[in-house]
């Protein structure tokens, strides 16, 4: 039989004291190594108290998205079975790219308490300090990559959900951007790579702003950006939040891969606010206006123009123009 670890048990019995004795029958282990790994397990930020009546005690689990804690209890087949975790790193859409180039299996999760680098859509920078979920998926369907937008869309739909089970009323701004009451919250940045008829990997990169404080934000940034603390007006459980973001993402990329697409896309569009607004559009090539009469399969925009006529546009900024 496999051995539990120290904080397994210690988890399992929350809450109440376990002796050396006991931890040391459970997990294989000398009490001398129990002791240090309680140690290890302190130096990570648990606070366990320990007593040489009663044994050890897990009071509390630090605020940080440790492989062990988000792992705990995880409903996921595939998103999450394995997960890399960094105090601080440059990207972790670089770092998910490299591990999956390396061969990293189907649903690795790459997260960071701190980026130094976050990137963003469009070449842009993304805002990443302390109190966020920035997260980076490993993905491997079987698809072209011209279906790689409904991995990108299953990712904005889970967002939404899991910001909506904390109370947030979450939509998708087209793209992919996830907006309460008008505001940034959370983007998705996906990266594919393979050949043209086939995908090898995605790199699905979500940034979620969760405990960033007002005077964290950068001033131009609070115009256009908010986060759940500022929404909710509480500190919000990033552990659970990203926990079950990783859940939602993997029923519907299970879902996906029975072939459930198109479930997906109109989930997708039924929380996104664009659809149905007159809208301005900057693209690469110059703005044009039009009432936003849908999205297709690909991830365009349709716009209607006054004439009545349709074009479809892959990417560019959606302002809503108020009427
Ligand atoms: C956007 O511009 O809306 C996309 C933002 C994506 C940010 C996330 S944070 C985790 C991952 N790592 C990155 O460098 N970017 C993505």
Same mark, same amino acid.
């Given at each position: ?27 294989? #282990? ?70 999956? #180039? ?35 998926? #490993? ?153 936003? #009469? ?30």
């Amino acid at each position: 039989m496999e051995k539990s670890s120290v904080l397994r048990v210690l988890k399992e019995r929350e809450g109440e004291f376990v002796s050396g004795e006991e931890l040391a029958r459970a997990c294989g #282990v000398s009490r001398a190594a129990i002791w240090k790994r309680v140690n290890q397990l302190r130096l990570a930020g648990y606070e366990i108290e320990a007593s040489t009546r009663l044994g050890y005690r897990l009071l509390s689990v630090p605020d940080l998205l440790l492989p062990d804690e988000l792992a705990w209890n995880l409903g996921t087949a595939v998103v999450g079975r394995r997960i890399v975790h960094f105090d601080e790193v440059g990207s972790t859409n670089e770092e998910a790219k490299s591990l999956a #180039v390396g061969g990293a299996e189907d649903g690795t999760a790459v997260v960071a308490e701190v980026q130094t680098g976050g990137r963003g859509r469009l070449g842009r920078g993304w805002f990443s300090p302390k109190g966020g979920i920035w997260l980076s998926l #490993v993905l491997r369907p079987r698809i072209a990559p011209a279906d790689a937008p409904k991995i990108m869309m299953l990712a904005a739909s889970s967002v939404v959900v899991a910001l909506r089970a904390i109370g947030l009323p979450a939509e998708i701004k087209w793209p992919n951007d996830i907006v309460v009451r008008g505001k940034k919250i959370a983007g998705i940045l996906t990266e594919v790579a393979g050949q043209p008829e086939v995908v090898d990997h995605l790199v699905v990169g979500i940034g979620v702003n969760v405990n960033i404080r007002r005077e964290d934000f950068p001033r131009d940034l609070l115009l256009s950006a908010t986060s759940a603390f500022l929404e909710v007006g509480k500190t919000v459980d990033r552990i659970s939040l990203a926990r079950y973001l990783l859940e939602e993402i993997d029923s519907r990329y299970r879902a996906f891969n029975e072939g459930r697409a198109d479930d997906i896309l109109r989930e997708w569009r039924s929380a996104c606010s664009t659809i149905g607004k007159r809208v301005g559009l900057k693209t690469g090539f110059g703005a044009v206006r039009g009432l936003a #009469v849908d999205v297709d399969e690909r991830g365009s925009l349709i716009l209607e123009a006054e004439d009545g006529s349709r074009r479809a546009f892959a990417a560019g900024e959606v302002t809503i123009i108020k009427e």
